[in-house]
């Protein structure tokens, strides 16, 4: 097994990227809320991007590991504890068998992600192993997790090589006014001149009305030349729809495939993980940019990953000593260690090396 669920916290689900392919037959993408924290997650514990983990809302979970693991924890800070004691984010951690992971409440943004090493044993519905609340499918049965539960390791006692190298500042998600950037569309022209200034001038406020398939926001009502109602046609993640009671609803991870609200702007990417952190009481302005604009901050983004992703994953640069590298890439000394995760293999110079640590070494 891998992890079993004391209890399951306000709404914990296992998540990936999303169920692409599928919106023409009205099926939701799904997948994680906070794009950026999940994949950060995944890479600090040496899985891909898209690999499923655990998004957790405000009120986390306490699980009890089965069997070891390496796990990093991302997103709002929900003051993850192991065995009671503060566990630190945006960084990956070996736990043992019998190790508790538990959570104190929200004290910065709203979601974490937990990530385990060589990811969880779920099956892929539709491409994906997220979690889709409304037509119950993918996940743990295509339901929030409760105590009881279990989840197993797709490939359990894997270890990401430099371990001690695997740690990153954590994003601050505490402010609590935030400013998003949008591009303007694709019915921006259904409103008013006063209406696309009241939208981009004013401070709207998150509502209780927050889940996800939308954020709801309280504020100065947006002005529509002829009212919100428009054609059904379709919805993206971050889409700004502004009903006739002109206030805003942002679309989130779970949306609908297609609406009939008028939609005065998109958020961009790599605003969206603003938008998913944000708490009911916190405050919002937009600021419009262009498509030029949104693009190449998410191209910078996507570069800043891989560079982050490559810079876990690079071998030192000597071979001389091969049991020494694959040390050094640990992040442990020789000598006498000890790591119950297992073994390790590693390929240096086109040869596979296997070094097997779940018992004790000495003088390795």
């Given at each position: 097994?891998?992890?079993?669920?004391?209890?399951?916290?306000?709404?914990?689900?296992?998540?990936?990227?999303?169920?692409?392919?599928?919106q023409e037959?009205?099926?939701?993408?799904?997948?994680?809320?906070?794009?950026?924290?999940?994949?950060?997650?995944?890479?600090?514990?040496g899985?891909?991007?898209?690999?499923?983990?655990?998004?957790?809302?405000?009120?986390?979970?306490v699980?009890?590991f089965?069997?070891?693991?390496?796990?990093?924890?991302t997103?709002?800070?929900?003051?993850?504890k192991?065995?009671?004691?503060?566990?630190?984010?945006?960084q990956?951690?070996p736990?043992?068998?019998?190790?508790?992971?538990?959570?104190?409440?929200?004290?910065a943004?709203?979601?974490?992600?937990?990530?385990?090493?060589?990811?969880l044993?779920i099956?892929?519905?539709l491409?994906?192993?997220?979690?889709?609340?409304?037509?119950?499918?993918?996940?743990?049965?295509?339901?929030?997790?409760?105590?009881?539960?279990?989840?197993?390791f797709?490939?359990?006692?894997?270890?990401?090589?430099?371990?001690?190298r695997?740690?990153?500042?954590?994003?601050?998600?505490?402010?609590?006014?935030?400013?998003?950037?949008?591009?303007?569309?694709?019915q921006?022209?259904?409103?008013?001149?006063?209406?696309i200034?009241?939208f981009?001038?004013?401070?709207?406020?998150?509502?209780?009305?927050?889940?996800?398939?939308?954020?709801?926001?309280?504020?100065?009502?947006?002005?529509?030349?002829?009212?919100g109602?428009?054609?059904?046609?379709?919805?993206?993640?971050?889409?700004?729809?502004?009903?006739?009671?002109?206030?805003?609803?942002?679309?989130?991870?779970?949306?609908?495939?297609?609406?009939g609200?008028?939609?005065?702007?998109?958020?961009?990417?790599?605003?969206?993980?603003?938008?998913?952190?944000?708490?009911?009481?916190?405050?919002?302005?937009?600021?419009?940019?262009?498509?030029?604009?949104?693009?190449?901050?998410?191209?910078e983004?996507?570069r800043?990953?891989?560079?982050?992703?490559?810079?876990?994953?690079?071998?030192?640069d000597?071979?001389?000593?091969?049991e020494?590298?694959?040390?050094?890439?640990?992040?442990?000394?020789?000598?006498r260690y000890?790591?119950?995760?297992g073994?390790?293999?590693?390929?240096?110079?086109?040869?596979?090396?296997i070094?097997?640590?779940?018992?004790?070494?000495e003088?390795?």
């Amino acid at each position: 097994m891998g992890v079993t669920f004391i209890n399951g916290g306000f709404l914990t689900t296992v998540q990936d990227m999303g169920r692409t392919g599928y919106q023409e037959s009205g099926m939701p993408v799904s997948g994680v809320m906070d794009r950026r924290s999940a994949a950060l997650a995944n890479i600090l514990v040496g899985n891909s991007e898209d690999e499923a983990v655990l998004e957790i809302t405000l009120m986390g979970p306490v699980m009890e590991f089965d069997e070891d693991s390496v796990i990093a924890v991302t997103g709002g800070n929900l003051l993850p504890k192991i065995n009671g004691k503060d566990f630190p984010m945006y960084q990956a951690v070996p736990v043992h068998r019998g190790d508790c992971l538990s959570f104190g409440g929200p004290a910065a943004g709203s979601r974490a992600y937990v990530a385990f090493a060589g990811g969880l044993d779920i099956p892929v519905v539709l491409g994906s192993k997220s979690t889709d609340l409304k037509s119950k499918i993918g996940g743990l049965d295509g339901r929030k997790i409760g105590g009881g539960d279990s989840i197993g390791f797709a490939r359990p006692g894997i270890t990401p090589v430099n371990i001690k190298r695997r740690k990153m500042e954590p994003e601050d998600f505490s402010a609590e006014e935030k400013i998003i950037r949008v591009v303007m569309g694709p019915q921006d022209d259904c409103f008013t001149e006063k209406g696309i200034d009241t939208f981009l001038t004013s401070v709207y406020t998150f509502t209780n009305e927050s889940d996800r398939m939308g954020c709801r926001l309280q504020g100065m009502e947006i002005e529509h030349k002829n009212g919100g109602d428009i054609i059904t046609d379709g919805i993206v993640f971050g889409a700004v729809q502004i009903p006739s009671h002109g206030q805003p609803i942002i679309m989130m991870a779970d949306h609908q495939t297609t609406g009939g609200y008028t939609k005065i702007a998109a958020v961009i990417s790599v605003d969206l993980p603003l938008v998913a952190q944000a708490r009911p009481g916190q405050r919002v302005k937009f600021r419009r940019i262009s498509i030029d604009e949104a693009q190449e901050l998410y191209v910078e983004e996507k570069r800043r990953m891989k560079e982050l992703k490559e810079e876990f994953d690079r071998a030192p640069d000597s071979c001389e000593d091969p049991e020494a590298v694959i040390l050094s890439v640990l992040g442990c000394e020789a000598g006498r260690y000890q790591n119950p995760a297992g073994r390790y293999r590693a390929v240096i110079d086109g040869k596979e090396y296997i070094l097997d640590l779940r018992e004790e070494h000495e003088d390795i």
